[in-house]
Structures are given as C-alpha cells and as structure tokens.
C-alpha cells in the first residue's frame, strides 16, 4: 500500500495547523516514540523483541511496552536531520528526512536502528544498522507542522520489503505487505531557517560593527 501527497493531505485535514506567516523551518531535535504490537510480531512472524541499545528511551509516551528513538540535529556527523518545510505551505514544500539514534534487537540475532523517516510515494521508516532497508510504510492519522514544532502520528505497516525479508529468511510463512503492527509518534521541535536576505543584513550588522569598534 503506497501514500502519495494526496493521502498526506487527507491526513492533515483533520488536525492540520500552520502558523499565520511563512517561514521556512528545519526540525533540529525531539524523538520519535514506536509501540508495537509485539503479539502480532510473534505470532505472524516469529520476531520476538529481545533488547534495545542504550540511547532507546524506555519507556516512550505510547505506553509501558513503547520505545522512543532520539531524533539527530542538523548538526549531527552521522546521520543529520534535512527535514524542513515552509510554515504557509507545508504541502508543497516539505522535504528532507527525519533521522534517529538507536537499535533494537529481534530474536537476539536481528538488529535494526538508526532509523530514517522519509518521504518517497508517501512516508516511510528505513533501516540505516542491519541494511534491511524500508521495513515500514507509515499510514498517517494525523499531523501538526507548526512554526515551533513538528508533531505526526500514524500506524506502521509491513512493507513489501519488509515482508520478503521475513519469508526469505523463513520467519514468516504468509506475505504480511500491509500488516499494521503498531503505532508511531513524531514529536520534533523546530529551528527558524534565516532567509538569505536576513542573512545578508546579518552580514552588513556584523561589519558595522567591527568599524565602529575602529573607530
């Protein structure tokens, strides 16, 4: 099942809120908090979830049994965060990715983290340990791209990709594309972008200042 801008539209619809002037903003921290549904990951497809590195909050804001991932700054070395968007037009301007710090394990075998949300035909969680890949397409239920925040929330479902790694590796015995095996929360806080004519005045500010030190 694929999410196209359209769908991500429909998703906002219903709590979508934008700030009165445009602005571009990057998101620069917060984290991302996952509930699975580890029942349905046994039972379907003998994944049992069996550790968590140390950088993975437990528990997250979803529950007792949920795990949050810490969102990398723009700044970061490894793996910063792009995702940016102009506060009067999020539609038609969102871009970048969302990325993480931390790791889970499956089955003491199966390790996957650091993962990168991004949009391509519609929102989806991507491997950056295990090089597994796209394991998630995100079904979204909501969003709320603010001028200070980022906040979305939407259901995990199985990729295709996901699913023919679990047959192949014989952990699965059905092709579970589509499975909803749990929820996501994004809750990113936001940095204003300068325009470059800011920027410019920012300059023309700076050497002032340095010849009125002179003088």
Request: aromatic share 8%.
């Amino acid at each position: 099942m694929r999410f196209n801008r359209t769908v991500v539209a429909l998703a906002l619809a219903g709590g979508f809120t934008a700030t009165a002037s445009a602005g571009f903003v990057q998101t620069v921290g917060g984290q991302t908090n996952v509930l699975l549904d580890l029942a349905l990951l046994q039972a379907a497809a003998n994944l049992q979830l069996t550790g968590v590195s140390e950088s993975v909050i437990t528990p997250g804001n979803l529950g007792a049994n949920s795990v949050a991932f810490v969102i990398t700054p723009p700044t970061s070395a490894n793996r910063p965060t792009t995702f940016r968007y102009d506060t009067a037009d999020f539609l038609g301007t969102f871009a970048g990715s969302i990325n993480h710090r931390g790791s889970i394990t499956f089955n003491n075998a199966v390790t996957v983290g650091n993962f990168e949300i991004l949009f391509d035909n519609g929102f989806k969680v991507v491997d950056r340990v295990g090089g597994l890949g796209v394991l998630f397409d995100i079904a979204l239920t909501g969003a709320a791209p603010t001028a200070d925040t980022f906040g979305a929330t939407g259901n995990l479902l199985v990729s295709s990709n996901f699913a023919s790694l679990l047959q192949q590796l014989g952990l699965a015995s059905t092709n579970l594309t589509g499975a909803d095996v749990g929820d996501a929360s994004i809750q990113g806080f936001n940095s204003a972008i300068p325009t470059p004519g800011a920027v410019a005045m920012l300059g023309v500010a700076a050497v002032l200042g340095i010849r009125g030190r002179r003088r």
